[in-house]
């Protein structure tokens, strides 16, 4: 199946470009100074600027009342932030900027707090909240996915319901520094994902958002990266493994499973090269990218397994700031020259929408091999650089199938950069942003609303996505 959408070679160039931007702009001078608490009014005052200047999924509502929309939220929630502090700033800044349902826009929090305060605050926080029995007691309920035992590679935490709460309890753990009872984690349900307060091994209280995904398997843990927390009903203490593995299910059909795009690249190349006979002679190649929520732009080498035809390049837009100028600079002198140097030169006016940056096009001849049908896999995890593999392998192949749930829809706007709040104190907010579009016709023709519709929809309640492929494969 010939995929007509949007078929974009520059999204691996704006992914790859996600694991440089975070180390740009994390120590600017405070303006308030780093041990005081943080201002939030202040911090909020800080972001909504940030966001005007910055967000080009913001400037392009300009005029609309869409923007009207935004101007009067932003009001009402200046209002709330006078008595927010600390983690709490973070949890209220986050979801004033769920407004905008995309999950490239967010804030984090590293909090940097004095010894003196972290004493005080261990005495605090280390003391066992429940005893083994009465945590065990709450394990019975199990309505909620999140609800049950789980590992971070160092120790068991029990997540349990307690009235609207959803409270981690440590079990086990292979640190000498805390008792089984500590609370680690609590969190309250928003949608489909949770948020609240975590705390670290070195007893700083974060905010935190928590996605469940692959159907249970684990937790992702968002704190300005990924902490992923494995299921461990046993009580096995180990660690979420992100490595992507090949397998041989019949003569026919081939699976390789790739959990994250955040891995090595090169490892990721070595996996296709030490199986390259048994990919190119396979049938059916199935990709099962479920719970994969992003990374890098590394799967090409994989592409080129099936690709057929050439996979064109579409310019989006770019916002004009300071902040994005300093962004794209840092590409220049690289290997992509050639490609922001002409966009700075349109970035010279502060303020105005300009074409992004221009790719060339990418061809692949058409593959001697026995690949007859390659089906992806997918669920609503699926998002960033998984969405972006989808469309990039759809853009190169008319063998390209999915099958499973829509995806998260987080592609639309991309290429983030990350910038510390000055006025957050001592709590180290930092805000990321995407600097551009996928496409220009991104407001009425993007994913981040319905996510990436699968070819053949497959429930969580009927057949399993790898059956219903395997299913339509033979029958087709």
Request: net charge positive; aromatic share 12%; proline share 3%.
């Amino acid at each position: 199946m010939a995929f007509t959408k949007h078929s974009q070679y520059t999204l691996f160039y704006l992914l790859m470009a996600l694991s440089a931007c975070s180390n740009k702009h994390v120590a600017p001078q405070m303006t308030v100074r780093p041990n005081h608490p943080c201002q939030c009014i202040d911090a909020f005052a800080e972001l909504t600027q940030k966001l005007e200047a910055n967000y080009i999924g913001l400037a392009l509502l300009r005029g609309t009342d869409a923007y009207e929309a935004y101007e009067a939220r932003k009001q009402a929630y200046a209002l709330k932030m006078a008595d927010q502090a600390n983690y709490l700033c973070t949890a209220t800044l986050s979801d004033f900027l769920s407004h905008f349902n995309d999950g490239h826009l967010f804030v984090w929090d590293a909090p940097r707090y004095d010894t003196s305060f972290l004493e005080k605050q261990k005495l605090e926080l280390v003391k066992a909240e429940k005893n083994r029995a009465e945590i065990d007691q709450l394990l019975l309920d199990r309505r909620d996915p999140i609800v049950g035992k789980w590992s971070d590679g160092e120790s068991i935490f029990a997540i349990v319901k307690e009235d609207t709460a959803f409270n981690g309890y440590l079990l086990k753990t292979n640190r000498k520094d805390i008792e089984p009872g500590f609370l680690k984690i609590s969190l309250s349900k928003r949608g489909n994902e949770y948020q609240g307060s975590y705390i670290s091994y070195t007893y700083a209280k974060r905010y935190v958002r928590v996605g469940i995904h692959k159907g249970g398997d684990y937790l992702k843990l968002i704190m300005g990266g990924a902490t992923r927390w494995q299921r461990s009903e046993a009580e096995e203490i180990r660690s979420f493994d992100a490595n992507p593995a090949v397998e041989k299910i019949s003569d026919v059909h081939t699976l390789i499973t790739i959990p994250s795009f955040s891995i090595d690249a090169g490892g990721f190349k070595k996996l296709l090269k030490d199986n390259h006979e048994l990919i190119n002679g396979t049938q059916h190649l199935i990709i099962d990218i479920r719970g994969n929520t992003g990374g890098n732009g590394i799967y090409f080498p994989l592409i080129r397994y099936f690709a057929n035809s050439t996979l064109q390049s579409k310019e989006g837009y770019v916002l004009a700031s300071p902040d994005n100028i300093a962004y794209f600079k840092q590409f220049v002198g690289f290997l992509y020259s050639s490609t922001y140097s002409p966009l700075l030169n349109r970035m010279k006016d502060t303020g105005k929408i300009v074409d992004g940056p221009k790719y060339k096009d990418r061809k692949f001849s058409a593959q001697k091999n026995g690949i007859a049908r390659v089906s992806i896999l997918t669920d609503s995890s699926c998002a960033s650089a998984a969405e972006s593999f989808i469309l990039h392998a759809k853009g190169a192949s008319d063998k390209v199938m999915t099958f499973g749930m829509p995806t998260r829809g987080v592609i639309d706007y991309t290429s983030v950069n990350v910038i510390l709040l000055k006025n957050s104190g001592r709590q180290y907010i930092y805000f990321g942003y995407p600097t551009g579009t996928l496409n220009k016709e991104i407001l009425t023709d993007g994913y981040n609303q319905t996510g990436i519709i699968p070819d053949v929809h497959v429930s969580s309640a009927g057949d399993s996505p790898l059956e219903a492929a395997i299913k339509h494969f033979e029958r087709y």
